[in-house]
């Protein structure tokens, strides 16, 4: 699928609290995974060049239900919650899981899990959990680290380099990235068409 990612048509479609309430599974898809607060929702704002049609917020655990974006009547981009967040009661994150955990497995339209890490921070159990788990279930996933404008240059490789030790995984088969300066949204862009091809 071939898409031009300057100018796109994207609309929001709907939060989704239940499996049952899914969307039926026309488009492929794309899902954004990460700790509470990494910043997906911004990661995805980028993408679409649009400011806030997904909302980002300062305060951690703003994106409670999986939230469905059309991108051109033709590909849904869906924002996960956010892992990680302390403060929020357990039956609620265990009713979380379940719902992101089947999601992520049985959706048959799923092309590629965007799992986002803040390079300021080495690996987090978490997110070594979530990476284990994909590969263990065979869901197709690239890692994105971002903040990079956080990063000074000199630092910047270093980080990286620890993480994809840490995560497993090779230069080649992750992105860097800032939300804040669109840095490596060329090479977002390219890996994910990879996924989409
Ligand atoms: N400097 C900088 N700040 C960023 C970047 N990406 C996100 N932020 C900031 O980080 C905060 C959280 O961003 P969100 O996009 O809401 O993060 P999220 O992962 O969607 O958070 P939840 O929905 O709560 O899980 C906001 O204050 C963003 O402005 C980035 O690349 N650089
Ligand atoms: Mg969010």
New binding site residues.
Partial sequence: MILSWDSLQVSFVKSVFKTSKLPIPEFPEIAFA??????????I??LINRRNL???????????SLNFFLVEDGLYLV?L??YG?AKVPRKMKNDWQGLISSYLINRETLRCVVV?VDLRHGVKAQDLELVTWLRGSGVPFLLVY?????VKKNQQGKNAALLDAGLGVSAANRVL?????GNGKENLISALDHFLS
């Fill in positions: 990460g700790r509470s607060n990494v910043g997906k929702s911004s990661l704002n980028k997904v909302k980002v917020s300062g305060r951690p655990g703003k994106t409670q924002d919650p956010g967040y986002i971002t903040k990079l404008d956080k990235f800032s939300a804040r300066t």
